[in-house]
């Protein structure tokens, strides 16, 4: 058997592994640096990401944009802030432009662009591909170097004495470090490689995990609905989880599909309605409008000529006007609510039941698209088993972790990247300082 040693072995190369390995490089240039990945290609999320684009962050990144411990959140965003991010990428080569959302790409609008500068940046990393990580334990008999040659072929000297942790690989060779960096990911997309088996390691090392669920996810509503009907729709929403109360409430653009709703404002919300389970989704299409105020806007409409499709014109799209009045029709019979009976003849029954539907109309989400769909995943690691000044373990000596395999997801608009690169640089830096602690 095979028995490789290194100092810092990195388990998982997306965004946060590949940014442990440039920072850690940086603090510890005489240090041996392996990263591995067990999917055939390095980066594939990353290419994949902002539609081809790679959304690498946001101008604006507070804790207030992830779910998770806010003041945990916050305390690892603000040892890498956006201005930091931009300046490093840019140190790479990689310049980003700000979009009218806030959201930054780089300005060649290629995600390739950003891959290929983290891989340059990780020169002096023996960065291996096809490398799947089984298993990690804590290798107690590292002190002894007699102790390699007795296990196996020994290629590489023993390890500097200190906490050890041995990695299990797929092919059945074994790496030996004196510190781990787990930075696997989620389950979000597996056929990139992120395929949740990052969590057992973790368990396996002490550590707990959260219930794991997708998020950032497309929502499939009840088969026929005529939503479904208006494929390639957009429109701005508000969209609210409601169990009693509003658990959560989400504006922004929605895309409907001809499964049912996908686009910033449904993915956003995707998380909060599957961990209500239950819970209504509401939507609203004229978001800052309320019944009373539409129903007050609608008595006081001067234009006797009016009608429920004129007062709607401009404020929502045509295919969706019709499909509103149409659907409003086919779900409960709305007599002279076509759109063009004059909005003062409707009784106040039908003028209720549209402004409802306009305001208030739930949307009959049977599940969502599963982890196939999801950008990313909820749940992990808790934060709570992290020291966040420097991302170790507090289950495990040698172990440190970031990205998204632990127990925080954000919104879409780059926070995802933001929390990779903030937490991926923490424990790459920490993870190299501690050798240095040892001697290396
Ligand atoms: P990530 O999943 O990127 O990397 C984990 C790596 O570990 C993978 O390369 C995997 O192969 C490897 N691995 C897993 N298990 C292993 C094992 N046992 N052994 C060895 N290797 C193993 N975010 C954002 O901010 N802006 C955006 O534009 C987008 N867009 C986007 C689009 C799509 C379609 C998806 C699916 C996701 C996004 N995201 C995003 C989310 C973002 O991509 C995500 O949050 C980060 O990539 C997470 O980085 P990590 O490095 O933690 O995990």
């Known amino acids: 058997m095979t028995v490789t040693t290194c100092d810092i072995a990195i388990a998982g190369a997306g965004a946060a592994g590949l940014t442990a390995a440039i920072f850690a490089r940086a603090v510890a240039p005489e240090a041996r640096i392996v990263a ?13 990401s902002g539609g081809g684009r790679c959304n690498v962050t946001h101008d604006v990144v507070t804790s207030v944009d992830f779910n998770g411990n806010p003041n945990a959140i916050a305390k690892v965003l603000r040892t890498f802030t956006v201005e930091e991010t931009v300046a490093w990428f840019a140190s790479m080569g ?20 950003v891959l290929d500068a983290l891989l340059r940046a990780c020169e002096g990393v023996e960065v291996r591909t096809n490398a799947r990580v089984s298993s990690c334990h804590p290798e107690r008999e590292s002190r002894d170097p007699g102790a390699w040659v007795a296990q196996g072929t020994c290629i590489e000297p023993p390890i500097p004495p200190g906490p050890s942790l041995t990695l299990g690989m797929t ?14 990911g989620g389950r979000s997309v597996p056929k990139t490689g992120s395929d949740g088996h990052g969590y057992a390691i973790a368990r396996s090392l002490g550590h707990s995990t959260t219930e794991v669920f997708p998020a950032l996810v497309p929502l499939i509503v009840e088969d026929r609905h005529w939503l479904t009907t208006l494929s390639g729709t957009s429109a701005y929403v508000e969209l609210s989880v409601v169990a009693g109360k509003v658990l959560a409430r989400q504006r922004g653009s929605m895309l409907l599909t001809h499964f049912g709703i996908s686009g910033p404002a449904a993915l956003d919300i995707s998380r909060h309605w599957i961990a209500a389970p239950g819970a209504r989704l509401v939507c609203n299409f004229l978001p800052g409008e309320t019944f009373e105020s539409l129903e007050r806007a609608i008595l006081e409409e001067r234009n006797p000529r009016a009608t429920i499709g004129s007062f709607l014109r401009g404020r929502l799209p045509e295919r969706l006007i019709a499909a509103l009045l149409e659907g409003g029709r086919l779900v409960r019979p709305l007599p002279g609510a076509d759109g063009t009976s004059a909005l003062h003849k409707l009784t106040k029954d039908e003028r209720r039941r549209i402004i409802r539907s306009l305001v208030e109309l739930p949307i009959p989400v049977v599940r969502d698209r599963g982890f196939d769909y999801a950008e990313v995943t909820a749940g992990g690691v808790p934060l709570s088993e992290i020291d966040l000044a420097t991302m170790a373990s507090r289950r495990c000596e040698g172990l440190f972790l970031c990205g998204e395999i632990l127990d925080v997801d954000g919104r879409i608009g780059g926070y995802n990247f933001q929390w990779a690169w903030a937490g991926g640089r923490l424990a790459g830096i920490h993870a190299a300082r501690s050798l240095h602690r040892l001697g290396v």
């Open 171 to 184: 092919d059945g060779s074994r790496i030996t470090a004196s510190r781990v960096i787990l930075a696997t």
């Open 36 to 48: 591995l990945d067990g999917a055939p290609k390095i980066g594939a999320k990353i290419l994949i």
């Open 94 to 113: 990689v310049t980003l432009k700000r979009e009218e959302t806030g959201k930054l790409f780089p300005t060649t609008d290629r995600a390739r662009t």
